[in-house]
């Protein structure tokens, strides 16, 4: 479980540093991330998507099927929410959960 924000930058860029120097491998990770902004695209550069593909994502060898961000466009978004719980209990739950701030 994965969080935007500033706290986890410097853990996001150690990951990326030894993705590069090929001791880390994203290939079978699955990543769901807490939180999106509701009625901003995607592409926003404050979106959390734009965030964890700029922070994180581009940088390593994930596949993109096994990153799950809200979709904070969504119609019904007791749906999204709901069908994302399903989706975390389905990949077998959580067993990292990285916050930031507060959270
Ligand atoms: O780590 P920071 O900068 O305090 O940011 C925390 C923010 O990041 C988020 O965790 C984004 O995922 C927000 O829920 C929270 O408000």
């Known amino acids: ?22 001791k880390l491998s994203f290939q079978y990770i699955k990543t769901f991330n807490m939180d999106e902004y509701v009625g901003i695209p995607d592409d926003h550069p404050e979106s959390y998507h ?18 799950h961000i809200l979709d904070g466009n969504a119609q019904n978004l007791q749906k999204e929410c709901d069908d994302f719980e399903q989706s ?4 077998g739950g959580v067993d990292l959960f990285v916050g930031g701030g507060r959270d």
Not at 1 to 19: D, I, N, Q, W
Not at 59 to 67: A, F, G, L, Q, R
Not at 88 to 91: L, M, N, S
């Open 50 to 67: 734009t965030y964890m593909w700029q922070n994180l994502f581009q940088h390593i060898d994930i596949d993109p099927t096994n990153v």
């Open 88 to 91: 975390i209990k389905d990949a």
């Open 1 to 22: 479980m994965c969080s935007a924000g500033s706290t986890p930058l410097g853990m996001y860029r150690k990951l990326v540093e030894f993705h590069k120097e090929g």
